[in-house]
């Protein structure tokens, strides 16, 4: 079984910084895609940033020019750091990952963290 765990949320006034991280872990062969989604009360999830294991990068608009995603290959990791935060950004973010992952087969399997509440206050 993979496990994706992520950290560094938390309240941070607008016009202030965050990063989260996310670590898969467990029997994985190989990982594609990680992104970060987000989901407000009464919202649809909704993609904020989406990274490829060779490195091509997508962000929402929502976000472009203030959040980077970026991913350590050799931890399995993925990382989203948020600048110049908005009380619109307050959501709970979740990790999502591509992975090649045994379980009672190898194969490619969709993953979802926990999910790390991230509140923007004004």
């Known amino acids: 079984q993979v496990q994706l765990v992520e950290s560094g949320g938390g309240l941070v006034q607008a016009g202030g910084s965050l990063k989260l991280s996310c670590a898969a872990s467990?029997?994985?062969?190989?990982?594609?895609?990680m992104a970060w989604h987000r989901q407000a009360p009464g919202n649809e999830r909704e993609l904020v940033a989406k990274?490829?294991?060779?490195?091509?990068?997508n962000y929402a608009d929502s976000v472009k020019g203030r959040f980077t995603i970026s991913r350590d290959n050799a931890k399995n990791t993925v990382y989203l750091q948020m600048n110049s935060l908005k009380p619109e950004d307050t959501a709970v973010y979740y990790c999502?990952?591509?992975?090649?992952?045994?379980?009672?087969?190898?194969?490619?399997?969709?993953?979802w963290g926990q999910g790390t509440q991230v509140t923007v206050s004004s």
């Open positions: 999502n990952a591509n992975v090649y992952s045994r379980e009672l087969v190898w194969s490619w399997r969709d993953y």
């Open positions: 467990g029997r994985i062969g190989s990982v594609n895609d």
């Open positions: 990274i490829t294991s060779g490195g091509t990068i």
